[in-house]
Structures are given as C-alpha cells and as structure tokens.
C-alpha cells in the first residue's frame, strides 16, 4: 500500500511538471532529469534540444493557413512551454509581432470566448465579488513573485470597442511583448481583467459570452472596486508595476491620476502611445533638420490616447523651453464634433485644457471638420486615433504639404481596417516629403527611385522597454522625466542621413533597442532619487534583471549516457 501511495504520489508530480508551461521542457527533458522527476516512460525516448524543438515547431507553424489559426497554434504552445515559446518567438521577431499581437489579437478577442481553450494563468476579477480580490491574485499567481501586472476592463480595446472579459487577451498579448522585445521573466507576470460588465450588444445578448453578461459599471463603484484591486494588488505582490491597458475614456485619465504619485504604473493608451509618437516626432525632426517648438500640430481623434499623445507633446515642449500656455498654443484637437471649442459642455476633463476660443477665428462655425481646421491652422504635424477609417484624404494631405515642407503624417488607428490612410497614398500625394509613420505593419514604399522604409508607431517599441528599465530601477514611481528619457532613446536611434529612412526604428530591433530605452530609464530614476535600488552600472542592472529562452538544469538530474549520447 505504501508503495502504491509514493508511485501515485511521483506520477502526479510528474503530470505537474509537464503541465506547468514554466517547468516542462517537453522532449528537451534529458534522461537523468527524466529519472530524477518521474519522467521516465511519459515522453517520446529521444531527447531533443531547444533548437530542434523551435525548428519543429515552426515547421508546424509554417503549415497552418490563417492568421488567426496561426496565432491560436502559438497560443497553445505558450500554455504549455513558456521557453519553447519564447525561444521560437524570438527566432520570427518581425513575422511573429502581428500574429501573436496587433492585428490578429483583434480577431482573437472578438471570438475569444468562441475559442476559448486555456485561461492562459490570467486572473479573473468580478465586480458582484470585490472579497475575492486577493484570494484570487493569489491563486493566480501560485506562488510566483509577480512584478508586473497589465490590467485591462476591456472597454476600450484597440479600435474596436468594448469587448468586455474577452479583453483579456490583449493584457496577456501585451506581457508576450514585454518578453520578447525586452527580456521580462515570463514567470514574474500577471494578466489581470477587471469584469465591469459590458455595453457591448453583441455580447449581452450572446449565451456563450464568457464573461457578466449586463450593463458595464460605471462611477462611484467601479473606481471603489478598482482601488480595492490596487490595495490588494500592492498587498500581495509589495514591488509590482501596475500597466493599466485599453481602459475607457471616462475611467483610464482618473484611474491613472489617482495612482501615478504612489506607486509605479503606466497606461499604455495614454503614456505608451504619447511617448512612441514623440519619438517619432524627435526622428521626424533629425531628417528634417527642424525644432519641436516650432511645430503646430492636429490630433484628430480626442479620446484617452489622442489626449495622451498632446500632453506628452506638451511636457517635451516645456521641457524645450516652452512656458505651459505657449506649448498649449501649438495643439488642435478635432474629434467627432470638429475642432474643440471651450464652450463644448461635453468636453472631457483631458480634452479641456486643449479647447480653444471660438475668437481666435474669423470663422469658428466652419471648423467642424478635418478638412476645415488643416486649411485653417496649416499643420506641421497631423497625428490620428480616430478610427475613422480613410480620414485623411488626398485634398487634406495635400492642403498640409501646401505649407508643410516635411509634413510629419502618422495615421494611428488600427487594425488595418480602421487607418486614417495607407503609407503609400502619403507618400505619393506629398511627392515624397511626408515623414511617416503607421499604427501597423506597414510595407516599403517605392516612390520614384527611392525606397522609402516606414516606421511603426506601435507602442511595442515603447512600453517593454521602459518597464524593463522600472523593473531592474525597482523605481517607486514612472516621472515625466523617465518617459521623456524613454522618447528621446528612441528617437535618437534613426540615421537622418539615409534617403527614405524610417522615423522609428524597425521592429527586428526590439530586443536590442529595449535595452537602450531601459538603461535611459533606468539613468533618469537615480537623477530623480526614485530607484529603489543602488545602480551604480545600469547596462549591468539592465542585463541581470533579463530573462532569456533557455532550459535551466533540473538541480537533481545528475548526467547519464543517454545524456551525452541522446537517441536519434
């Protein structure tokens, strides 16, 4: 009996371990480790390595057709090797990026609960049970020492909505990235969703919806249950960065504000996009040969992250010598209404401080579209969110070129069917001067003799690294002054010097320019006394705090000969 007991007892730990996406090795086990766990007999004989793993695997991969099968191929192995994954994602960086993250994530969330296979170790929290916070935190977490959460409610997901619980997977899409562009621990992360409900009418009335199927919580109980997640959060995990994502326009500016000045969290909305839009300005600027404070820039799309965008703008321009009201001054905001007047009784408490007076013009009453306000304030800059799809059109980009000599033209929105313009299209209606750069993949442009290479601005280049540099800083805060740092390294990594260079540096690059972003960061919380940690070497800092996609040793495998001479 007893032996009966200790056999069931190995074979269910054994099981444990091959079910345990930051354990198993799958056939990469070697057979001392096999016989130290229990493993013997419950794999394939042959041992592989992690290379003829990833080679398999892709090979695999290579077969599916579709986007969505490809992405949901990659996603099951996630669940069950994190290594393999990473490993396999960092040999496809470039053709992998729009799989696994933006666009595909689009079509996963839509159908997630369709699809759903594996919670992917996410937490899921419920506003009918603010008491099981912190039971469940824990649970999901299951002893792991998390250092990084992304939470999202899922109200306002990329451009496409409200989606509710099923935006999930765009917090466990963006912690993907944070690894594989900056080397985060993959076991030191935590997916959370906040299931506020959801006025999607799609999933209120669709019976398989995974997630609470009424009205989405707004007010005074929403943000009580979200401070009780960041109490309980704080509680459990003491050094967490809080990445809040995709939250709605009335919640994600207040939810950020009331925490930014006690503890280190980002919005990516708000801050991610402001900052990768910076750099690309900074970049923009290097080939042009023009200043900052020089520019007047439209932002069409007025929500969290075209507001985002301008205050981010506006903080490097004072800190360019600007004086707050002059900074101001360079800003126009157009959104579904036209240009933003202070009289507007439903301007949002972000968009306000960018309203402008209706006398500042001869006549106010025709600015209620795009195409009026780009002939009336003449931009330098034209920036949109809208998800407006074909919003900039032929006569309003040529109306800028008319008094923009490098007309800097970033059409953001996505997924693809979403953009305000195609790359091409600026390029040719400005005859090759606009400096662009795109909220999505976005392919060369030839454009007579010149082959014009176009900058994704795409938060991804952002985001991993600055929290790389929060994380290894143990930084207690995220100041205006780390983010600029963060801009300014990723804008100084463009050639000005090269014919139809991109603005932005190309997404093959993540892992290394990650680094750079995170050392700047890291450089910046010292200056400003917010590192929770001694660094006297940042480079070191950066590179100890870095996980890389490699098997360790199991600690009680001792080496055999099937080891040294594996079969096969």
Known sequence: ?????????????????????????GTAFTGAERAALGLTGLLPDRVQTLQEQVDAAY?????????????????????????????????HVVEFMPIVYDPTIADSIEHYSALFDDPQRACF????????????????????????????????VLGIGDWGVQGVDIAVGKLMVYTAAAGVDPACVLPVVIDAGTDNPQLLEDPGYLGRRVPRTHGAE???????????????????????????????AAVLDTYRDEMATFNDDIQGTGIVVLAAV????????????????????????????????????????????????????VDRQGLLFDDDPELTPKQRPFARRRDEFAHPE?????????????????????????????????????????????????????AEATAQHLIEWTRGRALVATGIPAADVEYQGVRYRIGQANNALVYPGLGLGVLASRATRVTETMISAAAHSLGGLVDPREPGAPILPPVAQLRTF??????????????????????????????????????PVAQTARPTESDTHPQG
Request: aromatic share 8%; with cysteine.
């Open 1 to 25: 009996m007893y032996g009966t007991i200790t056999l069931a007892c190995m074979m269910q730990r054994a099981q444990q371990i091959l079910d345990d996406p930051f354990q198993n090795k």
């Open 59 to 91: 090979a695999k991969y290579l077969a599916i057709q579709g986007d969505l099968p490809k992405r949901q191929y990659l996603m099951g192995l996630f669940d069950r090797n994190r290594v393999l994954f990473y490993a396999l994602f960092a040999q």
């Open 125 to 156: 929290l419920s506003l009918d049970h603010p008491e099981r916070i912190a039971d469940s935190l824990r649970a999901a977490a299951d002893g792991r020492d998390i250092r990084l959460i992304v939470a999202t409610d899922g109200e306002g």
């Open 222 to 252: 929403y943000f009580a249950f979200v401070d009780r997640f960041v109490t309980e959060a704080r509680t459990c995990f003491p050094d967490v960065y809080l990445h809040w994502e995709d939250l709605g326009r009335a919640h994600a």
């Open 282 to 333: 900074l970049g923009a600027l290097a080939v042009s040969g023009q200043r900052l404070v020089d520019q007047t820039y439209v932002c069409f799309g007025a929500g969290s992250a075209g507001c985002g965008i301008v205050e981010q703008m506006v903080s490097e321009m004072r800190q360019s010598g600007l004086s707050e009201q002059q900074a101001r001054e360079r800003f126009f905001l």
């Open 366 to 418: 025709r600015l209620t579209n795009l195409a009026a306000v780009v002939d009336a304030v003449h931009p330098s800059i034209l920036v949109g969110t809208s998800t407006q799809p074909g919003a900039f059109t032929e006569p309003i980009i040529r109306a800028m070129a008319d008094h923009a000599e490098r007309p800097v033209i970033m059409p953001l929105s996505n997924p693809t069917k979403l």
């Open 514 to 551: 990650s680094r750079t972003l995170a050392e700047g960061v890291m450089r910046a919380a010292v200056a400003q006394g917010v590192a929770g940690t001694t660094v006297a070497q940042p480079e070191r800092a950066v590179s100890d705090t870095q996980w890389s996609p490699v098997y």
